[in-house]
């Protein structure tokens, strides 16, 4: 089985939906990868830094789910990353409401050295130069997997663009594509954004589902239609690491196998979108996700004949 390593936010979030109110919970790209890419059992360690002020709880709950965690520098005297955003009706679109870097403005990434040979790295969303000096500090990784954010691209755009030169995939929503690319057709900001550097480009489209570009090649994976959609966060970070995730496990990194990986990630992001937080996925069994897959075979399944 490969060695997957993630690096990204280990935070607190506050979170307001047309639903309700959370004071500060559990939340960052790099736990909700790590979650996720736990699902499939593979070897994962989570690289990131949080302050003395971040619960031992949170910490037992990644070592619970069988996440490395020698990689979290807990920095004395210091406060978390924090992040507070709002949903719009839809729960399509959010404003941040606020970001406080607080200890990630400082912070020196250290890849524990039983992960230097990580197979699989997958970059989340962070400063582009923390996700920089993690890929360096891998010996010869096998895929690269980037996920970034609007934040990023505002703040960093030139830090960007050179770790975005060094990755094989690249996972951004749709308005991140378009802003990157300066392109509004998605097919064209795939392709601009490959010459960028990633051969992969997989742009999600939240509750529209996602697109795997890859040279003149489309695929299209839907998002399950659900009945409850309750807090959208962590639903790009679940994708991104269902999808590492997965590719970790079957060890293939093809293009027809990164069109599972796909169905894996919206499948487990399906989930993390029913309760706030990470509570959904804190609870997820095997059943529940095998269950729901074979949903998601149903509903893309059709036979026609092309005359
Ligand atoms: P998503 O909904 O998939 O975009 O991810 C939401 C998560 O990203 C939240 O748990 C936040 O803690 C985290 N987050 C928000 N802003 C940033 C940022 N600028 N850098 C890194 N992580 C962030």
């Not at 239609?225 to 590719?247: H, I, K, R």
């Given at each position: ?7 990204g936010t280990v935070a ?16 960052g790209a790099g ?17 990131s ?32 990353f ?22 990630l ?20 969303n962070l ?181």
């Amino acid at each position: 089985m490969s060695k997957l390593l993630i690096v990204g936010t280990v935070a607190f979030d506050a979170i307001e939906t047309p639903f309700g109110k959370t004071d500060k919970i559990l939340g960052g790209a790099g736990t909700y990868i790590g979650l996720s890419a736990s699902q499939f059992n593979v070897d994962s360690a989570v690289v990131s830094v949080v302050g003395d002020d971040f619960p031992q709880k949170y910490l037992d709950l990644l070592t619970g789910n069988n996440i490395n965690i020698d990689g979290i520098e807990i920095v004395e005297g210091g406060k978390t990353f924090f992040w507070s955003g709002r949903y719009h009706n839809d729960l399509n679109t959010r404003d941040t409401l606020d970001t406080q870097l607080n200890v990630l403005a400082d912070f020196n990434p250290v890849v524990p050295s039983a992960y230097k040979d990580a197979d699989i790295v997958m970059l989340g969303n962070l400063h582009p130069l923390v996700q920089l000096s993690v890929l360096e500090q891998i010996e010869s990784p096998k895929l690269v997997v980037l996920d970034t954010m609007n934040f990023w691209m505002d703040n960093t755009w030139d830090d960007l663009l050179k770790v975005i030169a060094k990755v094989d995939v690249i996972t951004i929503n749709d308005e991140e594509a378009r802003q990157l690319s300066g392109e509004h057709s998605l097919v064209k900001a795939a392709r601009k954004i490959n010459q960028l550097g990633p051969d992969y480009v997989v742009i999600k489209k939240g509750e529209h589902g996602a697109l795997l570009f890859h040279e003149e090649e489309i695929f299209f994976a839907p998002a399950l239609p659900l009945e409850e959609v309750f807090d959208p966060t962590g639903a790009g970070d679940t994708f991104a690491g269902g999808f590492a995730g997965y590719l970790a496990k079957t060890e293939d990194i093809s293009f027809e196998n990164m069109k599972n990986a796909i169905i894996y990630g919206s499948n487990l992001a399906s989930f993390c979108v029913e309760k706030f937080g990470t509570e959904r996925m804190q609870e997820l069994s095997p059943a529940d996700v095998q269950e729901r897959l074979e949903e998601f075979k149903k509903l893309t399944q059709f036979e026609i004949e092309i005359s």
